[in-house]
């Protein structure tokens, strides 16, 4: 009996080459549908990221012992590997202070590309015209007088590199007491400032001290200067600090001069140098204020006003008497020395120097050499 043969079926017919190729479309088909995936995963996590830091940063803020806070937005920029805050502010949430502690158009967190490719993961913390208020008050809750550990440990949250480039674009720093007569808001303003190095590391730097150069506008003329080198890492304060002041005029402190010392200035200009160097819990140093033009008294206008008159003429006698009658300058130096637990001035020498300035030799109100601000405006990133 003859057997039959069932006719072969399409699969059967297929060539082995035409196999192949079907099994290797079928590979890269789930391949795609894979790669899609996690290319969706992703753009929706970017799409949720800022939403995401938004509440984190929020939640981190408020957890800040005594104080609050508030963080509008926030966007990130992958490629640069960072994200900006903007617009922050941080009041104290105990007593009653009406300004807040700090605040901040922008607040730019980066990796440092620069030192990533020296083998060191740090970063950069860039502030775009922040504030910050330091506040008299007859109470501790209504004053504001600084951050401390908590501060840097909520930082460190919001940032998980090391930070090792600080740097400050148009800041204001303000001092003010409510209640005092008349109030008081001192204010330094035009604050550029650049720290390097803080990670203290060779890797990064050819020196392991860190830097701080700065500048700014004390009632918004003349300029304050800064150059402080400083070892961060060291558990006492170590530092070598070099400050200036320069062209203020002196009627801009008549403010503080009425509130604290019943008098004011009718003229003239203020300079001061400062030096400073602390290591091993202890330091020395000196303030050299010098007052330039010097004029208190005004009869017309103290006249009446008997006891300020009184002691506004007391003032301007002794300025008269003991400044440098050529120069018309009233100038000291007020040595400064001790513990950072028990600092005293020298009284003696300090009065000294007022008639060593009127007779001897004349103050400048200069630091020797030059202040070092050359770097104060470098940005590291664009902000947008």
């Given at each position: ?76 920029s ?130 392991e ?33 070099k ?54 008294l005004?009869?017309q206008?103290?006249?009446?006003n ?8 007391l ?38 120097n007022?008639?060593k ?28």
């Open positions: 009996m003859a057997q039959t043969t069932a006719p072969k079926t399409e699969m059967q017919n297929e060539k082995p080459a035409a196999k192949k190729r079907r099994g290797y479309y079928r590979v890269w088909g789930w391949k795609w549908r894979i790669l899609t995936g996690v290319l969706v995963i992703l753009i929706a996590a970017r799409l949720y990221l800022p939403t995401w830091l938004l509440h984190y940063v929020n939640r981190k803020i408020n957890e800040m012992p005594g104080y609050s806070g508030y963080v509008q937005d926030i966007e990130v992958l490629w640069r590997g960072a994200y900006v805050i903007r617009k922050i502010d941080i009041f104290k949430s105990e007593g009653k202070v009406p300004v807040p502690f700090f605040s901040s158009e922008t607040v730019d967190l980066s990796v440092q590309w620069k030192a990533l490719f020296e083998g060191a993961l740090v970063g950069n913390m860039e502030l775009g015209s922040p504030k910050i208020n330091f506040v008299k008050g007859p109470t501790k809750a209504q004053r504001q007088v600084g951050v401390g550990k908590p501060w840097v440990d909520q930082i460190k949250q919001l940032f998980p590199l090391k930070i090792n480039r600080f740097h400050v674009d148009n800041g204001e720093i303000h001092y003010r007491d409510f209640f005092s007569n008349p109030k008081l808001d001192m204010v330094i303003s035009d604050v550029y400032m650049t720290t390097t190095n803080i990670t203290n590391s060779q890797k990064l730097s050819k020196s001290v860190a830097t701080i150069h700065a500048e700014g506008k004390p009632m918004h003329t003349g300029s304050i200067k800064t150059d402080v080198s400083f070892d961060p890492y060291q558990s006492d304060p170590t530092f070598k600090l400050l200036e002041v320069a062209d203020l005029p002196l009627t801009a402190l008549n403010d503080l001069t009425r509130a604290y010392a019943l008098f004011d200035f009718e003229s003239g200009k203020f300079d001061m140098a400062t030096e400073m160097n602390a290591s091993g819990g202890s330091f020395s140093g000196y303030v050299e204020p010098v007052f330039d033009h010097m004029r208190i005004s009869l206008k103290d006249i009446k008997p006891v300020k008159l009184v002691w506004e003429g003032l301007e006698g002794v300025g008269i008497l003991l400044r440098n009658q050529p120069k018309d300058r009233f100038a000291t130096r007020v040595p400064l020395s001790g513990s950072f637990k028990n600092p005293h001035e020298a009284v003696l020498s300090t009065i000294g007022v008639f300035n009127a007779f001897i030799h004349v103050f400048t109100g200069k630091v020797p050499g030059s202040i070092d601000v050359h770097d104060v405006y470098e940005k590291q990133a664009p902000k947008e």
